[in-house]
């Protein structure tokens, strides 16, 4: 692609743009829509744009197998994490509402932290599961 | 709220966390020692819940505190009790076992993927016994399905990746008959709790929509079941997935789909009255009399054995649909101590197995000639677990065939009772052929060169084949807790 400057240009200016509309709909879910999992989906968008475009070495350099992979498990705990603080807090598994002292903050609180695992889950096993197919060796293991 | 007051969300939320920690961990020890903890863990939770429910009765738990029919509720029962109590039993003795086979079988570099898988599948099992939301055992019947793809496909060559692709296909073919089903009962109902759709079914019980739904239902559950015709995916998944996973999967998985098709079509559609307008018990019957027949009859060909016996898990399922077919108590209790007592011998054979494979690297027959002086102890467990296959008294086999026969007199069908016992012929004769080979015949030059197993392969093989000799001398706590599951259920279903 490096006879591309067109593209290449382009590219750079748009994946800014693309990583702030990711953020926009991640923290804009609980108003409107939106959430976590789209917002992980357009998030992982911009980098499989960026590797189309630069190729799988340096998106591989962006974004090593081994961040992505924390990135993941990080995801669930966080999520199942907010529902255990809520059984600590004296409530049910993933009950939000003792979170803070009035029940609709508590409600934000938890839904914001939930959707914001679930958006690094599924951004991180997007960017994975495009990163593994788009190797040109099957045999070649994803680790780093 | 106590901790107590948590632990049906705990057997869940336990294991679910411990896959992620496993993933950030990925040292292969560490990960094993995660998976023992979390394995050992959610069998001393299973255990509170079993002793509770059999103390104090019924109870439920409502997730994020949100109230019964609109929120999920997890229900704990004696049929879900038990159920939690097979599955964390088995998948703690078998963890125990799984880190000197796995480090033999697979990739360091991938051990960490299996154990956090095994912890994952765990979850979804344990999450599909324990909640009272429809749609909820779909999410963990996805999570436990998804997780055993990856356990399969992790298998020592290249075919277990076309198994857990055939397996995947018709997995998802019959997730999707299950959501399909449960869309049209929600369609007619407006809930998705199952003691509410249960209430709720029989006003509209005479429209085509339920019928279908039940359609839907019995078929998806009777493809994850791997009931005969529908068990096509399961020799292959078994045959070449790795040793420890297949241990773990032969005693629970389709044994928590038994207890899904329980749970929803006597459970959910007990009271719709369909059970019985329906020639639904005596189709379920005719699948589960050829499935006793033709998996073991095929059983007897196969030349690895570990083939053999994951045909033979086919007939053994037979076994336990015909004990449902019956609709009566104590067809359904023999149906559900089967359910315990084939958990128990199918995982003791399948850790045998694995300890042949661990020393010959093939459970082919013509290799395991002549094992049975090289590996006396591993070969001894193999000749237990058989017998029980069989039925052989003394031994859980036994005590479950007794009381299928007994069912069947009771429901005035000789000929059923019959079959069983012709059926049990057959598992004769692919017992033999082990023990014949084994013992009788000129040793391979694999044989050979082996010795015994590893002590931490024999000991939780041992657990195991002692366990089906020791709740087959005394069943009286199996079948107790399985006579109360099946009254429970019984309750609901209309005559």
Redesign the interface.
Known sequence: MREKPILRVGTKLLIPFILLFALYVQFHGDFGPGGGFQAGVIFAAAFILYALVFGMANARAALPAGLR??I??????LY??V??V??LA????????VLSDTPTTGQHIGIFLVELGVGMNVFAAMATIFFVFASRDPSA?E?G | ?TLHD?LP?LAV?VP??A???I??L?RPTAAWAVAVAVSWACLAISGQLLQSVLANGPFS?????WAAPWGIEYRVDPVDAFVLVIVSAIAAVVSLYAKTSVAKEIDP?RQYLFYAMYVLCLCGLLGMAITGDAFNVFVFLEISSLSTYVLVALGRDRRALTAAFRYLVLGTVGATFYVIGIGLAYMMTGTLNMADMAERLPAVAHTSTVRAALAFLVVGIGLKMAAFPLHLWLPNAYAHAPSVATAFLAGTATKVSVYVLLRIVLGVFGGTGLLTALPLMELLMAMALAGMFVGSAVAIWQPDLKRALAYSSVAQIGYILLGIAFLSETGLAAAIVHLFNHAIMKTALFLALGAIVFRLGSARIEDIAGIGRRMPLTMAAVLVAGLSLIGVPLTVGFVSKWYLVEAAIGAGLWPVAVAILLSSLLAVAYVWRIVEAAWFAKPSDKALAATEAPTALIVPTWAMAGAAVWFGVDATGTMGVARAAAAALLKGVAP
């Open positions: 992979r924390q993941m498990a990080l995801g669930v705990l199942a994490g529902g255990v809520g059984m004296g409530g049910n598994f993933l009950d939000y509402s293991k680790d | 709220m948590h969300a939320v679910l966390m896959a992620p920690v993933v950030a990925r738990y409502l997730l994020g505190g570099d």
